[in-house]
């Protein structure tokens, strides 16, 4: 079975979701948003969500695709 079409596009959803509500928090000073803890907790939480996504999405078709993993950051290029 291959790549997941649905989930990319579902993941990516994910990502322009949580993109979305961080250019929200983008527009407040950066002093406030620091000072409330709620804000800087939501703030955390939707970039841990896009990173997730993006994880997911590059092990998803890494697996699917049967690319293996590189031994090291330098065989990475190599390995694409």
């Known amino acids: 079975m291959g790549v997941d079409k649905e989930r990319i596009v579902s993941l990516i959803g994910e990502i ?3 993109l979305s509500v961080l250019k929200e928090y ?5 002093e406030l948003l620091v000072a409330d803890l709620k804000s800087l907790g ?5 970039l841990m969500v896009a990173v997730e996504a993006c994880i997911d999405i590059s092990n998803h078709i890494i697996a699917k695709e049967h690319i293996g993993v590189p031994e090291s950051y330098k065989n990475f290029r190599q390995k694409t």
């Open 26 to 30: 983008g527009q407040k000073e950066k």
């Open 42 to 46: 939501s703030v955390k939480y939707y």
């Open 16 to 18: 322009e979701k949580s």
